[in-house]
């Protein structure tokens, strides 16, 4: 992801109003002195909630979503095309099979920036009522970077990618325990995008925009149009980063700027505000290229970023996003927030 909120962000997915960018360091406009903006949030934007008080309201454990995530992680780093992504594939198929879901593959390939070699990419698609011609997108990606590249002491080291991969699909995991019993006229189905950042060499300016970022993504908004399923995507929602400590979810400006998405961000704020959820910041921060853009450009589905590119600074692209910088806490507010959103869209 990039992104840019007057300065020039660099992060793993990437940030439109301006560059490559993932979900916490800012750089200055020369691309030089990365500062993180590692604040703690204030009392203003942190709710008061506990996990047990969550589960109690809402059913969504962040518990059991934290475990996911720990699973997710022990398979160590998961870039396109790599052993740990096959174990991660199976042991996430797997999950959503024994719940009720039916899982496909979107199978494609991607060239290797490196060798040019071809790297095998497949987006998984997890659909739940998949009678209902209207649907909902739930969308995060799967893969993880493939080296810390914003790591001070090892550029070159293991990146396992714990917030920065695998909290949006450890959220989707105990979302998924919900959706067999979902009382709506909507089928959703969530995407996991394959190849969002396999990138060895990132940009520098506007101009030099690095490696491709958004392999799977762009793939599934283009067969979205080629080849027309027999349903329709009425709303999409991305989730990128929404499991570190401390999250501050702002609004996103493409997710605003866009006249047919900007109801779904008011529907989705203005329900976390009335649960109390007040990580969910209703101000405009950020200007993200993530792989909400090939969804909404491509594809036309009006679908909003949510992602933290504040919280989670310090670890983006280290050695140090891992599950100790992570938090149950973090995953149960966004989880319950998506789980009574789904209940109620309209």
Same mark, same amino acid.
């Given at each position: 992801?990039?992104?840019?909120?007057?300065?020039?962000?660099?992060?793993?997915?990437?940030?439109?109003?301006?560059?490559?960018?993932?979900?916490?360091?800012?750089?200055?406009?020369?691309?030089?002195?990365?500062?993180?903006?590692?604040?703690?949030?204030?009392?203003?934007?942190?709710?008061?909630?506990?996990?047990?008080?969550?589960?109690?309201?809402?059913?969504?454990?962040?518990?059991?979503?934290?475990?996911?995530?720990?699973?997710?992680?022990?398979?160590?780093?998961?870039?396109?095309?790599?052993?740990?992504?096959?174990?991660?594939?199976?042991?996430?198929?797997?999950?959503?099979?024994?719940?009720?879901?039916?899982?496909?593959?979107?199978?494609?390939?991607?060239?290797?920036?490196?060798?040019?070699?071809?790297?095998?990419?497949?987006?998984?698609?997890?659909?739940?009522?998949?009678?209902?011609?209207?649907?909902?997108?739930?969308?995060?990606?799967?893969?993880?970077?493939?080296?810390?590249?914003?790591?001070?002491?090892?550029?070159?080291?293991?990146?396992?990618?714990?917030?920065?991969?695998?909290?949006?699909?450890?959220?989707?995991?105990?979302?998924?325990?919900?959706? &067999?019993?979902? %009382?709506? #006229?909507? +089928? $959703?189905?969530?995407?996991?995008?394959? !190849? *969002?950042?396999?990138?060895?060499? @990132?940009?520098?300016?506007?101009?030099?925009?690095?490696?491709?970022?958004?392999?799977?993504?762009?793939?599934?908004?283009?067969?979205?149009?080629?080849?027309? &399923?027999?349903? %329709?995507? #009425?709303? +999409? $929602?991305?989730?990128?980063?929404?499991? !570190? *400590?401390?999250?501050?979810?702002? @609004?996103?400006?493409?997710?605003?700027?866009?006249?047919?998405?900007?109801?779904?961000?008011?529907?989705?704020?203005?329900?976390?505000?009335?649960?109390?959820?007040?990580?969910?910041?209703? #101000?405009?921060?950020?200007?993200?290229?993530?792989?909400?853009?090939?969804?909404?450009?491509?594809? @036309?589905?009006?679908?909003?970023?949510?992602?933290?590119?504040?919280?989670?600074?310090?670890?983006?692209?280290?050695?140090?996003?891992?599950?100790?910088?992570?938090?149950?806490?973090?995953?149960?507010?966004?989880?319950?927030?998506?789980?009574?959103?789904?209940?109620?869209?309209?």
């Amino acid at each position: 992801m990039r992104g840019l909120s007057g300065q020039t962000l660099f992060f793993g997915a990437v940030i439109t109003a301006g560059v490559l960018g993932a979900a916490a360091l800012l750089l200055d406009p020369l691309g030089l002195n990365p500062v993180a903006n590692s604040a703690a949030p204030s009392s203003t934007t942190s709710s008061k909630f506990t996990v047990d008080e969550i589960r109690q309201r809402s059913g969504f454990d962040g518990r059991e979503a934290f475990d996911y995530l720990k699973q997710l992680s022990a398979i160590g780093p998961r870039p396109s095309g790599s052993a740990g992504m096959v174990a991660q594939q199976k042991l996430v198929a797997d999950h959503f099979k024994k719940l009720g879901a039916q899982v496909s593959y979107q199978e494609f390939r991607a060239r290797n920036p490196q060798d040019g070699s071809a790297v095998p990419m497949a987006n998984m698609i997890v659909q739940w009522h998949p009678d209902r011609k209207e649907r909902i997108l739930i969308a995060a990606h799967y893969d993880t970077r493939p080296f810390p590249d914003e790591d001070r002491e090892n550029k070159k080291g293991v990146f396992i990618g714990a917030n920065d991969g695998a909290s949006g699909i450890a959220l989707l995991m105990e979302l998924g325990k919900w959706m &067999p019993q979902l %009382k709506s #006229r909507y +089928g $959703v189905d969530f995407v996991l995008f394959d !190849g *969002e950042e396999f990138v060895f060499r @990132k940009g520098t300016s506007f101009t030099d925009r690095g490696d491709p970022m958004f392999l799977g993504a762009e793939h599934f908004a283009k067969q979205y149009v080629i080849d027309p &399923p027999p349903y %329709k995507y #009425r709303w +999409g $929602v991305l989730l990128d980063m929404v499991g !570190g *400590e401390g999250i501050q979810l702002y @609004k996103e400006q493409n997710s605003i700027d866009w006249r047919d998405t900007r109801p779904l961000v008011s529907d989705i704020w203005d329900l976390a505000a009335r649960l109390g959820v007040r990580e969910f910041i209703p #101000r405009v921060k950020d200007q993200i290229e993530d792989d909400h853009l090939a969804l909404h450009d491509i594809a @036309k589905i009006p679908t909003c970023d949510i992602i933290d590119l504040s919280g989670y600074a310090r670890f983006w692209h280290t050695q140090q996003d891992t599950p100790e910088h992570c938090s149950p806490l973090s995953l149960a507010k966004v989880g319950w927030v998506m789980l009574e959103w789904l209940k109620q869209v309209k």
